[in-house]
Each structure stands twice: as structure tokens, then as C-alpha cells.
């Protein structure tokens, strides 16, 4: 081989070798920038990552983005919000931003804090309304009545929401605001370090969510936020990776189940009334047992549990802890657990504690089952009112 010849492969090999070094290094064309999305967007669309640098933002969210078309987000992209950005999903538009374990799609602020964009807000049915695997920081910063999280559900709108953090936010986390919306799924999502609550729905969602979610760290109130309102189609309410705050009152229509380990409070005067139509079924096990509390050890804090001419035998309360209520002062209603009407209930394995007034109050038809070990102390004015 001449020398020539040596030199020339040399020479190549040094040049294959830097190209492979570029390409390792994910170098960018220097000429590209990120895309700023803005206004109406009308067509479908899909939303490609642009840089290879994951520092590097692909596209630069400026103002209200409203999409009223299909949107897909692959998995890598990163969208850095600017002050008082939002993304809003109209009612004939959808956002599907399904990243990856190793390569997720990322919604943050230009600065890192809370509050510094508005939020992503959903007001569409369209079943393709997805957030898997993103990350979302630094929202919240609306101050808008039913707007105030980082991600928001409003109209009847739907999304399925798995392996996704919600962090920074200046207020909520995600809210449920309407009882028509929905999560199809929600499963392994964390959510941190908001001011406010995690979590925030109505009644009508709380089968959609499960112990997989963890909401427990440094949030304002580590707990979900749940709204009064009144149920007309069965549900059953999860054991979660912590409490629950139930919030004004919520009237059971139909079937409600609550399941073993749940953990409720109850907000100040808040209450549950069972309705003719309804049931509801407090069953925890020996070593799973439920707790209903006040949101504050003080006796009064909340009002009750009311079977208003309720007489299903699906109303059972056992290994259950329940406790500081009884702060309504209604001549029917002046116990932790009240009744009215032809209503019948049983009760067993069960404690009745701390209440402003009576442990049980019963109405002139009323009657209740003692299935045994049912436990009484520090209640006002008496165990049981019959």
C-alpha cells in the first residue's frame, strides 16, 4: 500500500470518526429555533422534537394557545410556557401528550415559579385527551374561579392522566370543577409542592381514583379536595394514598360503597345524607379499618351522617372509626349519625366518638341494627337518642 493511499484512509477514518462524535454529542442545526404557538389552532397537528439538547425548548407557548383541532406531542418535546401562557383544549379540539419512562414531554415555565404560567385546561369529551408520562411545572398562576391549577377540567370534558408529576404550582395541582367530567384513567401520577391542594374534584369522580397516585408532599393540604354535591349514579369511593377532605354536603342518590382503609375528614359542617334512593355501605376489615373524622380533633367540627328514609339493607357501617361530628343543631340531625323517616341501618365493630351532641339520633320510624362491639365515648349529650 503507498503512501498516498495510507494517507487518504487516514484522513477518512478521522472524518467518520468526527461525524460519530457529532451525532453522539445530539448536535442541532444552528439555524433552527423554537416554534412559538399562539392563537387558534384550527388543523390537526403534530408537535415533533425538534432538539436533540433537552435543555433546549421545541416550542415556546405566548399567550392563550387554544386548540380546536387534534393535537399529538411525541415523546421528548418541551414546550417552556412564557408569563400568563395557557393551553386551552376547546370543545372540538384534543391534546394527546403520551411520552416515555426514558423520554417524557415536559410543560414549563420560562422561570422556575409557581405560578408563572396559567394552566392547561381541558373542555372537551374527545376520549384522546391523554398526559402520560409529562411533566408539568410551574402553573397555577390563574386566579380565575374554576382555573386555578395547573391542569383544569371544565364543560364535560375527559382525560386520561397516567405516569405524569404536577409540581410548582401556585395553586392547585389538577381540578375537577364540573360533576359531568371525567378520568377514564388515572393511575401513578405524582403530584408536589403546590400551594394548595393536589387534587380537587367533585363526588362523581371519586372512582377514578386509586392508591396509586401519590399526593402526600408538600402541598398545601395533602389531601384531595372534595366538593358538596349530590350523586345520582352508584359509586364507589377508593382507598387513596391519603385523605380525603369532603367539603359541604354530599347527598347520596344511589349505591355508594366505601372501601376498606379509606381515610375521610370532614371539613366544618360538612355532612353526608343518605337519600330514599341511596345506600351507602361503610365496611372496613380488622386490619383495614375506616376512618371518618374532622378535618380538626373538635367536637362539632362537622354535622353528620343522615339516612333520610333510606331503608336498604346496603346500609352497614363496620370497622369503622368515626368521629368529632355531631354539630348540627336540627332536632333530627343532632348526632354523628342520624336518621329520619322508615330508615334502617346496621351498625358493628364500630366507634362513635367526641361528638358535639349524640352518638346516634334516631327518628320516630327509624331503626338500627347493634351487630356488637360497637363503642361509645366522650359524646356530648349521650350515646344514642331514640
Request: glycine fraction near 10%; charge should be negative.
Amino acid at each position: 500500500m503507498n503512501l498516498h493511499r495510507i494517507f487518504f484512509l487516514a484522513i477518512l477514518a478521522l472524518l467518520i470518526t468526527a461525524c460519530d462524535s457529532d451525532d453522539d454529542m445530539g448536535g442541532d442545526d444552528p439555524s433552527l429555533e423554537p416554534i412559538v404557538l399562539s392563537g387558534s389552532q384550527s388543523s390537526p397537528l403534530t408537535l415533533e422534537n425538534i432538539f436533540s439538547n433537552p435543555a433546549t425548548p421545541d416550542y415556546i407557548v405566548n399567550g392563550t394557545w387554544t386548540l380546536n383541532a387534534t393535537v399529538e406531542v411525541e415523546p421528548g418535546v418541551r414546550f417552556m410556557m412564557t408569563p400568563g401562557s395557557r393551553i386551552d383544549i376547546g370543545s372540538s379540539g384534543s391534546l394527546s401528550a403520551v411520552g416515555t419512562e426514558d423520554n417524557p414531554i415536559y410543560f414549563e415555565g420560562e422561570a422556575e415559579a409557581r405560578g408563572y404560567w396559567d394552566y392547561i385546561r381541558f373542555q372537551s369529551n374527545n376520549p384522546n385527551n391523554r398526559l402520560d408520562y409529562c411533566i408539568i411545572s410551574h402553573g397555577g398562576g390563574s386566579s380565575l374561579s374554576n382555573r386555578q391549577a395547573a391542569v383544569t377540567l371544565i364543560s364535560n370534558a375527559q382525560l386520561s392522566m397516567n405516569n405524569t408529576t404536577i409540581r410548582e404550582s401556585l395553586r392547585n395541582g389538577i381540578i375537577v370543577t364540573n360533576t359531568d367530567n371525567r378520568l377514564p384513567e388515572f393511575q401513578n401520577n405524582t403530584i408536589t409542592d403546590c400551594e394548595e391542594f393536589p387534587i380537587g374534584i367533585r363526588p362523581h369522580q371519586l372512582s377514578d381514583i386509586d392508591e396509586t397516585t401519590s399526593f402526600t408532599s408538600g402541598n398545601g393540604f395533602n389531601k384531595i379536595g372534595v366538593d358538596g354535591a349530590s350523586l345520582s349514579t352508584s359509586r364507589t369511593i377508593n382507598k387513596v394514598a391519603g385523605p380525603y377532605l369532603f367539603l359541604g354536603t354530599i347527598s347520596f342518590e344511589s349505591a355508594a360503597e366505601i372501601q376498606p382503609g379509606t381515610y375521610i375528614q370532614m371539613g366544618p359542617g360538612a355532612r353526608m345524607e343518605v337519600r330514599s334512593s341511596g345506600s351507602l355501605s361503610i365496611i372496613g376489615t380488622p386490619d383495614d379499618r375506616i376512618t371518618i373524622t374532622g378535618e380538626q380533633e373538635a367536637k362539632g367540627f362537622w354535622d353528620y351522617i343522615y339516612f333520610n328514609d333510606t331503608n336498604s339493607p346496603n346500609n352497614r357501617i363496620e370497622y369503622a372509626d368515626i368521629s368529632y361530628g355531631g354539630g348540627s343543631s336540627l332536632s333530627n340531625r343532632d348526632a354523628i349519625i342520624s336518621s329520619r323517616g322508615s330508615s334502617s341501618f346496621a351498625i358493628g365493630n364500630t366507634s362513635i366518638t367526641n361528638s358535639l351532641r349524640y352518638g346516634i339520633t334516631l327518628g320516630n320510624s327509624s331503626t338500627w341494627e347493634n351487630l356488637g362491639q360497637v363503642v361509645f365515648e366522650g359524646n356530648e349529650e349521650g350515646d344514642i337518642n331514640d
